[in-house]
């Protein structure tokens, strides 16, 4: 090794570059997230399917689509889809932050409209806040409603609480215009004419929209397991159901599955196979890239409600033990392969300097990613490979490295406790070898007790049957 500790070694920026021994898998990753095909990884565990799929999510650009959904008013179960790109959403924010109408300050509208909005003393004739509770120049109350016992309790459209005064704007021609004048919160006068104020009012009743799919979400969405409402998301129930006034309206009640929220990103399927009924939905969702949003209880009052062609243009990746392939639904099995990639991934790589080197980056890689433990000195780098070798041996029957990596990775996170506990400077191969003791599995352990792994198995069973039939 002509290194003293993993401190010096340089690791690659690039995800993909992190994952080691599996060449073939990394390059049709690349493909993968630059034509936006599929992939379906067969492998032993800790070989390294899950890192593989984030590696692809994270080199995806960014998504530029947010989906919402808005209120329907003549039909709220039938909520209205909106997909909104991040240009419109930019110039929407704008739209949000523009003035509307003109900002004046005290002295520019006329006097009364400066009283009313209680600017302007009453009886000097000088602007101040109208926060300010006396006049600043003349000392003036500037509420005198407050004297009144009850002053505070009557509504008063002349306190500044008011905060907006109509008036009418005569033309040249003698024609009356509706004038708005309101307080803005930094002491100024905002005039907005009439079809102004139409505009606002229509712009902020837009807000009946409820965003399912935000701009800022992750690329990578994984599920495990067959839940279906999280696949493929939800419509809550409500006792109340759709009354207007004390239900809460069903667009409110519309939840993204995961489908959806994996658009323009990953969708992570760990352990396909136990989708089970579920693939079928999956196929739909992958040939129509769009699929239904409803309430999947049949008997909530959500099963009524329904968004059509909600967005899932994602990229499948999905995982699997060899022995599941079988249990795989043909159909989506085939899809897969018709618009993607299925990769065995390697268990082993041969032992070869290159790849020894790739191992020694590994472990740098895992001590950088805890960052609770020491690097490791090049003695206990050794010591892996050679815990390596020793574990290519018994599960491949043959000699090399092997690529079960996440093995390795318990093995180097105990040793880094162990040496962070005795604050040693670095893992050192003593570490590693204590380590790989402690993590021995418990079919190891049990070989190690009782010879081997048949007589383990005969001694329980003969315990057992010694107690009398299983009554679980
Ligand atoms: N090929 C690999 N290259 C580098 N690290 C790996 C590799 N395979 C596994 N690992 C390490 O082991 C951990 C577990 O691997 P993971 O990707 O979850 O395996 P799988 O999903 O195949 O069961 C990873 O987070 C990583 O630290
Ligand atoms: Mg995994």
Redesign the pocket.
């Known amino acids: 090794m002509d290194f003293e500790s993993t401190s010096e070694i340089s690791l690659p920026k690039d995800p993909l570059k992190?994952?080691?021994?599996?060449e073939e898998a990394v390059s049709i990753s690349r493909i993968v997230a630059r034509q936006k095909r599929h992939l379906l990884l067969v492998?032993a565990?800790?070989?390294?399917?899950?890192?593989?799929a984030r590696a692809i999510a994270s080199i995806l650009p960014p998504p530029s689509q947010e989906v919402s959904v808005l209120h329907n008013l003549e039909r709220p179960e039938r909520p209205i889809l909106s997909i909104r790109n991040n240009e419109l959403l930019a110039r929407e924010k704008k739209q949000k932050q523009k003035e509307w109408g003109k900002v004046l300050s005290p002295l520019e509208v006329p006097e009364f409209v400066s009283e009313k909005l209680g600017f302007r003393c009453k009886r000097c004739g000088e602007s101040s806040s109208p926060r300010a509770l006396y006049c600043q120049s003349c000392g003036a109350d500037k509420h005198p409603r407050r004297d009144s016992p009850f002053g505070d309790l009557l509504p008063n459209s002349e306190t500044p609480e008011a905060g907006r005064v109509h008036a009418v704007r005569m033309d040249d021609e003698g024609e009356g215009e509706p004038i708005i004048y309101e307080r803005t919160d930094k002491d100024k006068i905002r005039q907005l004419t009439y079809a102004e104020f139409k505009q606002r009012s229509a712009s902020n009743a837009k807000k009946l929209r409820k965003v399912i799919v935000p701009l800022g979400r992750p690329s990578f969405v994984q599920v495990v397991g067959n839940n279906e409402t999280e696949l493929l998301g939800d419509v809550r129930h409500d006792p109340y159901g759709s009354h207007p006034e004390i239900g809460t309206p069903p667009y409110l009640r519309v939840t993204a599955g995961a489908i959806h929220e994996a658009h323009e990103g990953v969708l992570y399927v760990d352990e396909m196979t136990t989708l089970g009924e579920a693939q079928r939905y999956l196929l739909t969702a992958m040939q129509e890239k769009k699929f239904l949003i409803t309430g999947r209880n049949p008997s909530s009052a959500g099963s009524t409600v329904r968004v059509e062609e909600v967005p899932s243009d994602f990229i499948l990746v999905g995982?699997m033990n060899i022995n599941d392939l079988p249990s795989l639904s043909p159909a989506l099995r085939s899809r897969i392969r018709g618009s993607g990639y299925e990769l065995v991934?390697n268990t082993f790589m041969d032992d070869t300097e290159a790849n020894q080197e790739k191992m020694a980056q590994?472990v740098a890689?895992?001590i950088s990613?805890d960052s609770r433990i020491p690097h490791a000195a090049s003695e206990a780098v050794e010591a892996i490979l050679e815990e390596s070798r020793r574990l290519c041996r018994a599960t491949e029957n043959r000699s090399g490295l092997t690529?079960r990596?996440?093995n390795l990775?318990g093995i180097i996170k105990l040793a880094g406790d162990l040496s962070a506990i005795e604050e040693a400077e670095l893992i050192e191969k003593t570490h590693i070898k204590k380590a790989i003791k402690k993590a021995k599995s418990a079919e190891e352990q049990l070989e190690d007790k009782y010879d081997n792994m048949w007589s383990a198995g005969m001694a329980d069973y003969g315990s057992r049957a010694r107690q009398g039939p299983e009554t679980a």
């Open positions: 992190r994952v080691i021994g599996q492998g565990p800790g070989t390294g399917k899950s890192m593989i995982s991934l590994f890689q895992e990613m690529l990596l996440r990775s």
